[in-house]
C-alpha cells in the first residue's frame, strides 16, 4: 500500500511540473507577443525600375508579335517564278550567305 501511495505522488508531482512548464510557456508567449517590437511596423514599398536596354527589347518584341509570320505577297511571287522557271539561285550569294551565317553562329 505504501508503494501506491509513493507512484501516486511521483505521478501527480510529474503531472504538476508538466502543468507549471505549461503555464510557464504560455506566460513567456504571452510576453512576447506583447512586449513592443523594436523593428517598425511600417511596411516599405517594394519598386522596379526597367533599364533603357529592356523598354528596347519590349518595344522590338511588341513590333515582332505585330509583324506577320511572313510575307504572303513575297510567298505567292516565289511560288509564280518558280513554276515558270524564272526562278534562278545565285550559288555565289547563297555560299556567303550560308558563311556569313555560320561566322555570325559560331564565330
Known amino acids: 500500500m505504501v508503494n501506491n501511495v509513493k507512484g ?5 508531482s510529474a503531472l504538476n511540473n508538466i502543468k507549471q512548464q505549461k503555464a510557464e510557456l504560455q506566460k513567456n508567449d504571452v510576453n512576447v507577443n506583447s512586449a513592443p517590437s523594436k523593428a ?19 518595344n522590338l518584341q511588341d513590333k515582332a508579335q505585330e509583324a506577320p509570320a511572313f510575307n504572303s505577297d513575297k510567298v505567292a511571287e516565289l511560288k509564280k ?24 553562329m559560331y564565330g
Open 8 to 12: 501516486q505522488s511521483q505521478t501527480n
Open 40 to 58: 517598425p511596423q511600417k511596411a516599405a514599398a517594394d519598386s522596379v525600375s526597367l533599364t533603357p536596354q529592356a523598354r528596347q527589347l519590349k
Open 81 to 104: 517564278a518558280i513554276s515558270e522557271g524564272k526562278y534562278q539561285v545565285d550559288a555565289e550569294k547563297l555560299a556567303k550567305n550560308i558563311a556569313a551565317f555560320e561566322f555570325d
